[in-house]
């Protein structure tokens, strides 16, 4: 049995990440500002991943009902934007770093420990979901862009903080997926039907949630350890 924490597990990849992996034998931690179901194999934690203590009381259930912890999915964050860079709100850059950069690291620093402290080190993973927009620049979307390519260099610096502990760090980077996200993302460009961004993808279509939730899963494998400190992009060929 291998067990699993996931953020922003409400909906959108989080949710298809705790579905493919409890397909896969997992048992799942999920933490979301909202609530999700429970089962068997998964237990729900409502709390904000802005918040420390809610990461490490997350992380202890996964530990005490299973004893243990070798994956976590940082999966929630945030989109702002729909302007230039010198007309954005003072707070807008403030307000991502903090959901969709300090939420990943949070994350990170509430499960490592329990990672080098459990049975198997060398299978554990951690996984921060990136996006395009920690490759590219995209349009109207500065402060987006810097939170996601902070996510990517965070990646890295953990991977090689983590060196020779076999535990693993890798950034997951999807292209445009049927999301809540995604439609908040068409929202800030006035546009009334995301799929309009397929303009933007190799396969001219919108990525599907399980699709992306697909490759994290992998990432979480045993086998998943080859990508340490990489950027797998999940992305449909995407060009900005």
């Not at 554990?124 to 590219?136: I, K, L």
């Amino acid at each position: 049995m291998r067990v699993a924490l996931v953020t922003g597990a409400a909906g959108g990849i989080g949710s298809a990440t705790v579905r493919t992996l409890v397909a896969q034998g997992f048992c799942v931690v999920g933490l979301d500002l909202r609530e999700a179901p429970e089962s068997e194999h998964v237990a729900h934690v409502v709390g904000d991943v802005r918040d420390r203590a809610a990461l490490d009381g997350a992380v202890g259930l996964a530990v005490e009902r299973w004893g243990r912890l070798d994956a976590a999915v940082a999966a929630a964050a945030v989109i702002a934007g729909g302007h230039p860079l010198w007309e954005a709100p003072d707070d807008e850059l403030a307000d991502l770093l903090d959901v969709d950069v300090r939420g990943v690291w949070n994350t990170a620093a509430a499960a490592v420990p329990a990672m080098l402290a459990g049975p198997d080190p060398s299978g554990c993973r951690f996984v921060a979901v990136a996006s395009a927009a920690g490759t590219y620049g995209l349009f109207h979307l500065a402060a987006y862009t810097t939170a996601k390519h902070a996510v990517v260099g965070l990646v890295k610096g953990l991977a090689a903080d983590l060196v020779a502990t076999g535990v693993t760090a890798v950034a997951v980077s999807p292209g445009s997926t049927r999301t809540d996200l995604l439609d908040a993302t068409a929202d800030l460009y006035g546009v009334p039907d995301p799929t309009v961004f397929t303009s933007n993808q190799l396969l001219r279509r919108l990525l599907e949630p399980e699709e992306v939730a697909a490759t994290i899963a992998f990432c979480c494998s045993v086998e998943g350890g080859v990508l340490n400190g990489s950027v797998v992009h999940a992305d449909g060929g995407f060009r900005p």
